[in-house]
Nanobody, 129 residues
Framework: VQLQASGGGVVQAGDSLRLSCAAS????????VGWFRQAPGKEREFVAG??????????IYADAAKGRFTLSRDNAKNTVYLQMSSLQPEDAARYYC?????????????????????WGQGTQVTVSS
């Protein structure tokens, strides 16, 4: 499995960005996907995720992302998008996409970085105030 995150950049507070996670064919059909972020000196934290197609493609959002971030998937392009709006300085971090083979009825499973098997290299998001 190969994952390539892109779309990061430098924006001002209140702006929007769309991150992309391109993967090997059928990855998002077979795997659950998650977006995480990590700021300097902080732990990696879950942002948003989506269960695999066969599990209904259910989106899951961390509280910090609810109402501002939207996850979508284009299976034909093997790409998952994270649309981020109303960005704030506290959203600045390196954003990573990852995929997990393991399903769970517990939402908390998707929040854990250890639940994911493959990771992309990340893309940097900088938000100036």
């Amino acid at each position: 499995v190969q994952l390539q995150a892109s779309g990061g950049g430098v924006v001002q507070a209140g702006d929007s960005l769309r991150l992309s996670c391109a993967a090997s064919p059928r990855t998002f059909i077979n795997y659950h996907v998650g977006w995480f972020r990590q700021a300097p000196g902080k732990e990696r934290e879950f942002v948003a995720g989506m269960t695999r197609s066969g599990s209904g493609g259910r989106p899951i959002y961390a509280d910090a992302a609810k109402g501002r971030f939207t996850l979508s998937r284009d299976n034909a392009k093997n790409t998952v998008y994270l649309q981020m709006s109303s960005l704030q300085p506290e959203d600045a971090a390196r954003y990573y996409c990852a995929v997990s083979k393991t399903a769970s009825y517990s939402t908390s499973h998707y929040y854990k970085a250890t639940s994911y098997d493959y990771w992309g290299q990340g893309t940097q998001v900088t938000v100036s105030s």
